[in-house]
């Protein structure tokens, strides 16, 4: 009998040791470059406020649709804050989602709280890099009726989620050196999205340059800057958003 104690107690510290390691892997991402705090301050364009979320608030402009950032994978939501600001100074409110664990497929339907909350805004895309685009892409699979548009940064859809018959415009974008998507499995998640899907590949642009927390364990270096990978991506989103307020 002590014996079967002794060794239920070790597998259940092994256990708790596996539990505790795991948290502080996910908590602990890489820091956001210094562009990324910049960016979180307000300015005479965007008003920027953190309440769980980042919201990124253009100042005297009344669109009505709205963009949600879900973070890649272990990465800090502050580090996609350049892209956010940059969006919203354009007019279109902006919000970056937090993450429990810093890992989306424990926040699926984080979405929901932020168009709850700004229920002024009659169109929502929903968007995310690497982990954070499947998730968001589950997201549209359960709330159709919430969702306009769907963008993908290195991401694609789960093998479960198919899009394809949805009313949704989308755009998913792909950088040719990215080290941890291939082209060939966003080549082959189209057939799980609209017809209508709009394919763009940044070349020389690669997997961590969507967002602004360096490089990444996996990732092939890229040939383009970190700037010009941003403005391409910048545009694209700007060009769904268009389309979103202009159909």
């Known amino acids: ?13 092994g256990v708790l040791i596996v539990f505790a390691a795991f948290v502080v892997w996910a908590e602990t991402p890489p820091a ?6 910049d960016a979180l301050e307000s300015d005479s364009d965007v008003f920027v406020s953190n309440i769980g979320y980042l919201v990124f608030l253009p100042k005297g402009s009344n669109r009505n649709v709205g963009f949600i950032i879900y973070p890649g994978g272990r990465v800090d939501f502050r580090s996609y804050a350049p892209l956010a600001h940059r969006i919203a100074a354009e007019g279109y409110p902006v919000v970056i989602v937090r993450m429990p664990l810093n890992l989306a497929v ?6 929901n709280d932020v168009i709850t909350s ?42 479960g989620v198919n899009l394809s018959q949805y009313d949704l415009l989308v755009t998913t974008i792909h950088g040719t050196n990215d080290g941890l998507v291939s ?27 969507f967002g602004w927390y360096g490089d990444q364990a996996g990732d092939n ?12 991506t910048f545009n694209v989103i700007i060009d769904l958003l268009d389309a979103i307020e202009n159909q």
């Open 1 to 13: 009998m002590k014996r079967t104690f002794k060794v239920i107690l070790s597998i259940l510290i």
């Open 106 to 111: 424990f926040g699926v339907n984080k979405a």
């Open 221 to 232: 270096p890229a040939t383009i800057t970190r700037k010009e990978q941003q403005d391409q």
């Open 183 to 209: 082209d060939d499995q966003i080549e082959n998640s189209l057939n799980l999205l609209p017809p209508s899907t709009t394919l763009v590949e940044i070349v020389g642009g690669n997997h961590a340059q």
């Open 118 to 159: 700004y229920s002024q805004i009659n169109y929502w895309a929903v968007g995310g890099h690497s982990l954070g685009g499947t998730m968001a892409a589950q997201f549209v699979y359960e709330n159709p009726s919430k969702v306009a548009g769907l963008i993908l940064f290195a991401a694609y859809p789960a093998s």
């Open 32 to 37: 956001p470059m210094m562009e990324a705090l």
